[in-house]
């Protein structure tokens, strides 16, 4: 099975800050990756698919960029909407591994 | 509007049986994978399951093959997951999700096992 290993686990940012969140697969995943935020209680929510490609409807503040077995999700100047836990996913291999999580706090 | 409303969430002593179900309106349901993802209190989230748009292929996180089995009735929009042999590490809030990658998501269903 392919594993994700998401890091860091927290971040500690400010408003405007440019942070960026990074996705290792354990084996390639071509372009096979998505990027999910998540707030307390809710359930999560598309950011991008196919590493890179911005879901409708999500600001453009947020990047996604990478393919095979390295991937990153920045968000350029951070908004109060943006503390959240991301998630990213692989879904390669008929399977839909997430990494651990990434918690963006103040 | 995409609905995915899940249900048969309860108490569990460990060992025990539980059936979930989700019932999938406002999309063309023969058209998508679906699946099942859990979140432990307080954890990250958990692939557990999917299945092809028309049930010939389902697929299973490791550590619930031989006692998860995912299903679907195209005719009637829904999907189960039949849970058998449950562990106190099965608790968790369990979502249906619609897509590859994830699209739309349920609401949630506890599913509590416990002594």
């Known amino acids: 099975d392919i594993q994700m290993t998401q890091s860091p686990s927290t971040l500690s940012a400010s408003v405007g800050d440019r942070v960026t969140i990074t996705c290792r697969a354990s084996?390639?995943?071509?372009?096979?990756l998505a990027w999910y935020q998540q707030k307390s209680g809710k359930a999560p929510k598309l950011l991008i698919y196919?590493?890179?490609s911005l879901e409708s409807g999500v600001p453009s503040r947020f990047n996604g960029r990478g393919s095979g077995t390295e991937f990153t999700l920045t968000i350029n100047s951070l908004q109060p909407d943006d503390f959240a836990t991301y998630y990213c996913?692989?879904?390669?291999?008929?399977?839909?591994?997430f990494g651990q999580g990434t918690k963006v706090e103040i | 509007e995409v609905q995915l409303v899940e249900s048969g969430g309860g108490l569990v002593q460990p060992g025990g049986s539980l059936r979930l179900s989700c019932a999938a309106s406002?999309?063309?349901?023969?058209?998508?994978?679906m699946n099942w993802v859990r979140q432990a209190p307080g954890k990250g989230l958990e692939w557990v399951a999917n299945?092809?748009?028309?049930?010939?292929?389902?697929n299973y996180v490791d550590s619930v093959k031989g006692r998860f089995t995912i299903s679907r009735d195209n005719a009637k929009n829904s999907v189960s997951l039949q849970m058998n042999s449950l562990r106190v590490e099965d608790t968790a809030v369990y979502y249906c999700?619609?897509?590859?990658?994830?699209?739309?998501w349920g609401q949630g269903t506890l599913v509590t096992v416990s002594s």
């Open positions: 999700a619609r897509g590859s990658p994830i699209l739309d």
């Open positions: 406002g999309f063309y349901f023969s058209n998508y994978w």
């Open positions: 299945i092809k748009e028309d049930g010939s292929e389902k």
């Open positions: 084996q390639s995943i071509s372009d096979w």
């Open positions: 196919k590493a890179s």
């Open positions: 996913q692989q879904y390669n291999s008929h399977s839909g591994t």
